[in-house]
Structures are given as structure tokens and as C-alpha cells.
């Protein structure tokens, strides 16, 4: 999702409200405002986490010695 198709959707929705120039820069105002974090407390050791995004890994089984 671009900036430029938020501002579409927006404009699509909304036909009299922010042009492209002020909705950028009350973007940028609102996005300044936010520290998104997710802090997650844990015993060392009691979870695993595992992050998915991205493309997936490829496991290669390899037998050795016959």
C-alpha cells in the first residue's frame, strides 16, 4: 500500500475532502505522532518465536555416508 493509493482510496471515498498535498502532510503529522511496538514479556528460554513474513526457507535433507 503506497501513500499515493491511500490518497486515492481517501479522494475516492471522500470527493470534497483533502487534496492530494494536505492529506500528505496530515499523513506525516499523524504518522510522526505513532512509535508502533509490540513488547512481549518472557521467561528466557519458555517460548520460541518465529517470525513469517518474507518468503519461506528451503530445507535441503542431505544423507551422508551412504
Same mark, same amino acid.
Given at each position: 500500500?503506497?501513500?499515493? =493509493? ?5 479522494f475516492?471515498?471522500?470527493?470534497? !475532502?483533502? #487534496? @492530494?498535498?494536505?492529506? +500528505? ?7 510522526? =505522532? ?7 514479556e518472557?521467561?528466557? !528460554?519458555? #517460548? @520460541?518465536?518465529?517470525? +513469517? ?8 535433507i ?5
Amino acid at each position: 500500500m503506497t501513500l499515493l =493509493r491511500l490518497w486515492e482510496d481517501y479522494f475516492a471515498q471522500y470527493p470534497s !475532502g483533502f #487534496k @492530494m498535498t494536505s492529506f +500528505y502532510r496530515h499523513y506525516n503529522l499523524w504518522n510522526r =505522532r505513532g512509535y508502533p511496538s509490540m513488547h512481549m514479556e518472557h521467561k528466557a !528460554g519458555d #517460548k @520460541m518465536f518465529i517470525d +513469517y513474513t518474507g518468503e519461506k526457507l528451503q530445507v535441503l535433507i542431505r544423507q551422508v555416508g551412504k
